[in-house]
């Protein structure tokens, strides 16, 4: 496993995944995609594991997916699991799930943190759904993560401007569960695992079961794959390069007036 994410567990059975690259915000990549799935799958499975927590080293959660290693890997002609694929393994797993963030969550983390069943934010998180900023619209795979996670009137505003958001309104449209102070942010997730431990871990996976089947599901798979034609080749618009090239060069894109 790639040593950008940190994997521990204690006596109690909490395990903890870190991404762990703190000189990039700790920006994800194909490796850190695959050692979630692989680990939440695994403790999924353990009788032992009563909680999952998914945490960012240092001030951040995760600024999204690394760019250059994103325009990198929509060049691969042999398909990889996407951030969204990931997504619906933290989702179905059959285990209590803890997001702590602090500082950037944005993009596809923004969507992993979101598919925990509970999101603590601390008071300096930041958090955008950026992909339209980046030359390309969320598709259909990543719009469902997101409007599930902030509702579809947020997700309309949110996902056609990109802008940033904090803690206090995640709070309000429903994507983060609790607000603490940065300083706090340990007590609060303590806590938190407490009130998961307290709760029987059987019981607790038939109540993630049953949220699933009979509350809002994913569009059925007719559905996605009608959509599909409208965003082919998006990620590899004009648009797109520009998007990906205005962001690592720091500057506003071309389509921004001058």
């Not at 995944?17 to 799958?41: S, W």
């Not at 951040?60 to 990889?80: C, I, N």
């Not at 983390?109 to 925990?116: P, Q, V």
Request: a neutral charge.
């Amino acid at each position: 496993m790639t040593d950008k994410l940190l994997f521990t567990t204690d006596p109690r059975g909490v395990a903890t995944l870190t991404i762990n690259f703190p000189e990039r915000r700790n920006a994800y990549d194909q490796d850190v995609l695959d050692g979630i799935a692989h680990h939440c799958k695994t403790l999924g499975a353990d009788p032992k594991v009563r909680a999952i927590v998914l945490r960012g080293a240092g001030e951040h959660f995760s600024a999204g997916a690394d760019v250059r290693w994103h325009a990198e890997q929509r060049k691969d002609p042999v398909p990889v699991p996407s951030v969204f694929d990931i997504c619906e393994v933290v989702n179905s797993t059959p285990k209590p799930t803890i997001a702590l963030v602090r500082g950037v969550c944005a993009g596809g983390a923004l969507a992993l943190a979101s598919c925990c069943d509970i999101l603590i934010a601390a008071r300096d998180a930041v958090f955008a759904i950026p992909e339209v900023r980046l030359g390309f619209p969320a598709g259909p795979s990543s719009a469902p993560v997101f409007i599930r996670a902030v509702g579809l009137r947020a997700f309309r505003r949110l996902g056609m401007t990109g802008q940033k958001f904090g803690a206090e309104e995640a709070l309000r449209n429903g994507l983060a569960h609790q607000l603490c102070e940065v300083a706090e942010a340990e007590q609060a997730l303590a806590a938190q695992i407490d009130e998961i431990l307290l709760s029987a871990p059987i019981a607790a996976g038939k109540t993630k079961l049953l949220a699933a089947r009979v509350g809002k599901e994913f569009p059925p798979a007719d559905v996605l794959a009608e959509m599909a034609p409208m965003f082919a080749g998006a990620m590899e618009s004009a648009e797109a390069a520009e998007g990906r090239a205005s962001f690592i060069e720091k500057r506003k894109p071309n389509w921004y007036p001058q």
